[in-house]
C-alpha cells in the first residue's frame, strides 16, 4: 500500500487538533464553549482516525510500514525520530484505543452534559488519545516513552478533573507518584539498551537485542516490567487504580480500563523477542500477574461501591495478562486486552449509566427532604430539608448519599432496561460464560499456562491452578455487583416513589455497541481445537511462511492424547464460570445485601484482609510516605531555606555590603575627584618613566 | 649663562605646577578656572620653546589649536558657573556637592 504516511499522521494530528480547538481556541475564546460543538468536535477526532485506521486494516499486505515523521533528536550517537510503524500489532492496538475511544468520547457527550468544564474534558481526552497513539504506533522506545509519560499526563489531568475536592487531588497525585515510580525503572531500561546497543529504534532492538548477554537481557526485561507494573497496575505498583475511580466514569473506562492500562503488556509484546529470551524474568512476570490477579480478586467481593468493584475487577484481568505474558503465549493477551477492553467498558459505561441514574434519585431525595442536602443553602428558606429536620438516617451506611453504593442500589432492570441488558451481558463475558468474549480469551489463557507446564515450566502450573480459581471468584464477585444493582428490590430510600431513568441515546448507544462487541468478539480467537482457526494467532503470530510482530513461546508437539487434555480444560473453564455465576445469582437473589454479613462471618479474619485491601496502602504510607515527607520537612527543607536561599541572599548581601564600603569616594568635592586625576596622571607618568 | 631649552621647559613646568595646585587647592570656582587657563598657556610656552628649538614650526600650529580650544571651554565653564550661581548662589566650590552620595 503505498503512500499510507499521509494516514498515519493525519491518525495521529486529528486528536492533537481536537485537543488543541477543545483546550487552546475554547480557553481564549469563551463562545467556542458550546456542548454540541464540543462534543461533535473532540468525537469526531477520533472516529475519523478510526475510519482510517480500518482503512489501513483492511488493506495491510503483511508487511510492516514505517512512516517516518521528522527527526527529533540527533546528538552524537543517539538519533531518534518521531517515526511510526504499521503494523499487525500496532493497528490493532489502534483500532481498540480509537474504536472505544470514539464510544467513549460519545458517551461522555451525554455523561458531562452540564459539567461546567466540559470543553476541558474534551480537551484532555483528545490529547489523551493522541499520546496513546504516539505509544502503539511509535516506531522506537523513546516516541512510546512520550505516550507512555503524556497518558500518564491525561490520567493525571482527568483524575483530578473535579479539582476543587481535594481527595481527587490526592488520588491524582497518587497516580502520577506511583507511576513515575515505573517510569524510572523503564528509562533504566531505555539507557542501559542504548548503551549496549547504540540505538532505540524497534528494528535494531528486536533484531540485536535478543542477541545480549544473558545478564543485561534480564535486567533489561526486569526493569521494563517494573515499568510495566507501574502503567498496568499490578503488585506492587497497583495502588493507584482504585483510587483513580475519583476521575469521571468516562475517564475510568477509557484510561483505566481499556486502554491505557494495557501499555504495559502492549510493550511486552513489542518486545516479546527479548522476553522470551529472558525465562528467569518470565516467571517474575507470571508469578507477580498470578499474585495480582487472585489478590485482587479477592478484594472485589468485599467491595460496595460499584466502581471500585470494576476497579479492582481491571486489576485482577491485567494479572490474567500478564500471566499469560509470563507462559510465552503474548498473543493470548493482547487478545484478551481486546475483550477486556469491550466487555470492561460496557462495564464502567454501565455503572456510569447507573450512577447517573442514581444521582438523579439522589436529587429527587434531597429535594424532597429525605436525605440532608449536600450543598450548603445559600438563605435558610432555600431548600426544604431544612425546614425537615433528620432524626434518623434513612441509609444502611454513614455519611452522605453514595450515588455509587450498591447497597442503595437494587431493582434498576425496571428503569434502565438497556443498561441491564448490556451490563448483564458484559459480567456474562468476564466472568467467562460461553461464547461470549471473555470465554475464549480467558480459556485461552488457562489453556496456553497448561500447555507450558506440560512442557516442562513447573511455575506455569500455578499460573493455570492461580487462574482457573480467580475465575471462580470472578464469576462470584461479578455477578454479585449485577444482582446486587439491577436485581431485587430498590434499597434507597422512598423508592416506592422516586425512581431513575434510562439515560440518553448518547450513552446507551455506546453500551449497545459494546455489549454486542463482548458477545462476538471471542470469534477472532477460536482456541485451535479440531483446526478451528484462530485469527488473532494468525494476524499477530503469523503463520508458518512469515512470522508476525508478536513472538510465542515454543511447546510441545504433544501426544494425540493432549487434544482430549485441552477439551477437558475448556470444559472446566466453562463449568468454574458457570458454577460461579449460578452461586452467586443465587445467593445475593436470595438474601440480598444481607448475603455479604455471611461471607464476613464465614471467612473472618480473611474477609477482614479483603475488605482492608491487603493494608498495601497502610504499608505505603507508613514504609514510604510518611519518611519521605518526614525526612523533606526535617532534612530537605531546612536545606533549602538556610542553604539554597542563604546563598543567594548571601550574594545579594555581599553586593550590597561592598556597595555601602565604596560609597564613600562619592564626596561630592569636585577637587577630590581632580585630585584623583592629577594621581592618575602622576602614576602613569612614573611607570612610563621608571618601568 | 645662556637661556637654554631648559630654562623655557622649567618656566612651563612651574607654571603648569602653580596652575595644578590652584584647581586643587582654591575655594573659588572662577579662579579654578583661571588656573586651568594658567595650565594651558604653561603649555603653549611648552609647545613654543620646543617649537624654536626644533626648527619645527608644527608646535607653534599646534598652539593655535590650543588656543581656540581654551578660548571656547572658558566660554563655556562660565556659562556653567553662572548657571550654578543663579540656583545656588554661591562660588565655593566645597558647596556645590550635589554628587556626595
Redesign the interface.
Known sequence: MENTAPLVWLILLLPLAGAFFNGVVALFVPAVRKEGLIGTVGTAVVAIPFILAVYLFVGFQGEPIVAPFYTWMAAGDLHVEFAYRIDQLSLLMTLIVTGVGALIHLYSAGYMHGDRGYWKFFAYLNLFIFAMLNLVLGNNLVVLFLGWEGVGLCSYLLIGFWYEESSNMEAANKAFIVNRVGDFAFLMAMFVLFHYLGALDFGTILRDGPGLPQGTLNWVVLLLFIGATGKSAQIPLFVWLPDAMAGPTPVSALIHAATMVTSGLYLLARLSPLVLNAPAIMIVIAIVGSLTCIMAATIAITQNDIKKVLAYSTISQLGYMFMSAGVGAFFVAIFHVMTHAFFKACLFLGSGSVIHGMHHVEHDLEHHGVIPSRHVPETPLDSEATQHPLRHNPLPYDGPFDAQDMRTMGGLYRFMPITNVTFLIATLAIAGIPPLAGFFSKDEILSQAFAYGYDGHGYAWFVWIVGLITALITAIYMTRCYVLTFLGKSRWPEAEKVHPHESPWTMTLPLIVLGLLSVVGGFLGLPHLFNWPSWIHHWLVGSAGEAGPVAQAVVGPFPEQYELIEILLIIVGALVAIVGVFFAWYRWRRYGVDYDATVRRRFGALYRWWERKYYWDEAYQKGVVAPVVEGSREGLAPFDQRVVDGAVNGLAKLAYGAARGLRVVQTGIVQNYAMAVVLGVVLVVALMLFV | MNTTLDWYLALSAVLFVIG?LG???RRNVIVILMSVELMLNAVNLTLVAVSQGRADVSGQILVFFVMSVAAAEAAVGLAIIIAIFRNKLTVD??D??????
Not at chain 2, 556645590?96 to 552620595?101: G, V
Open positions: 595644578v584647581v586643587l587647592l566650590i566645597n556645590i556637592n550635589l554628587f556626595k552620595y
